[in-house]
């Protein structure tokens, strides 16, 4: 069963070791850099590992941004050894689930942005019910969720 657990002292270290495939870097940042985006915005973001059983198998970061206001979703990656799975749709599901309980404030609009030349990524989101909003930047694309 696949759950989100908070990034702590005691596991951060398992998020550096993560890997993705060759030519995926274009796609997602690293969680040693959304590590880091986490400590700048810690008032507002909660860094994940996602966790098959005890094995980090992929990393998280949801972040509310109190101007719009939004719930965001950002780097979300699963190790390369771990992807095909279900593990990215199964994450995606606790990560929504968690939004839902409105931990920063009180939005039900999700917002991320996608790669363009990342279809298996847009697939997924697009599966659970994001759509494209028609804003872009360089090579992302936005996708928005309205939570029930």
Same mark, same amino acid.
């Given at each position: 069963?696949?759950?989100?657990? /908070?990034?702590?002292?005691?596991?951060?270290?398992?998020?550096?070791?993560? @890997?993705?495939?060759?030519?995926? /870097?274009?796609?997602?940042?690293?969680?040693?850099?959304?590590?880091?985006?986490?400590?700048?915005?810690?008032?507002?973001?909660?860094?994940?590992?996602?966790?098959?059983?005890? @094995?980090?198998?992929?990393?998280?970061?949801?972040?509310?941004?109190?101007?719009?206001?939004?719930?965001?979703?950002?780097?979300?990656?699963?190790?390369?050894?771990?992807?095909?799975?279900?593990?990215?749709?199964?994450?995606? /599901?606790?990560?929504?689930?968690?939004?839902?309980? @409105?931990?920063?404030?009180?939005?039900?609009?999700?917002?991320?942005?996608?790669?363009?030349?990342?279809?298996?990524?847009? @697939?997924?989101?697009?599966?659970?019910?994001?759509?494209?909003?028609?804003?872009?930047?360089?090579?992302?694309? /936005?996708?928005?969720?309205?939570?029930?």
């Amino acid at each position: 069963m696949v759950e989100l657990r /908070e990034i702590t002292e005691e596991n951060f270290l398992d998020a550096f070791r993560l @890997k993705l495939s060759p030519g995926q /870097e274009a796609f997602v940042s690293h969680p040693i850099r959304s590590l880091a985006q986490a400590y700048v915005y810690r008032r507002q973001c909660q860094p994940f590992g996602i966790y098959n059983a005890e @094995k980090m198998i992929g990393y998280v970061m949801v972040i509310y941004d109190y101007d719009v206001p939004e719930y965001d979703i950002w780097h979300m990656m699963i190790d390369e050894s771990m992807q095909g799975h279900g593990y990215g749709r199964a994450a995606l /599901e606790q990560v929504l689930r968690y939004i839902k309980t @409105k931990p920063f404030g009180d939005s039900n609009r999700v917002a991320l942005t996608c790669n363009k030349n990342n279809p298996i990524a847009r @697939k997924l989101y697009e599966s659970r019910g994001f759509a494209a909003t028609g804003a872009e930047d360089e090579d992302e694309i /936005e996708l928005v969720l309205t939570l029930d």
